[in-house]
């Protein structure tokens, strides 16, 4: 049998000190919100480009829509689609490259802009095509 001497301590470990369990918290708590962190930019992301996919469909469709009911008036006009999304149109005369024709035919510039606010700031979807009509 080995002697003990007094005021020694067996070298097994009794468990952690209050030091290493604080720090290794801290590391933990330190990962967890970082990690938090890029999944709430994840989720932010997602519904910002849901948002802007909607907009561009419904500017495909208010761009569609022009010139189908009521010909193609010049000028500006604006509405709404629902309480988030607004639109504003604008038919004007496309000056670029002058189309000359002797039988009537007039190139117009038909430019759909869709608004909506994500609550921090003004976004919009901007979408411009040309439609022959004759005159």
Known sequence: MAKR???Y????SRGFSLIEVLVA?????????GL???FSQGLRSAGQGQDFTR?????HSKLAEIGTENG???????GKFDDLYRW???VVPFTEVPIVSESGIQALSARVEVLWSDGWRERSVDLTTLRLVTR
């Open 5 to 7: 001497r007094r005021g």
């Open 9 to 12: 301590a067996p070298a097994v």
């Open 25 to 33: 918290f801290t590391i933990l708590a330190l990962m967890l919100g």
């Open 36 to 38: 938090f962190e890029v």
């Open 55 to 59: 907009a561009v469909m419904l500017a």
């Open 72 to 78: 193609l008036p010049e000028g500006v006009s604006v």
């Open 88 to 90: 504003r149109t604008e």
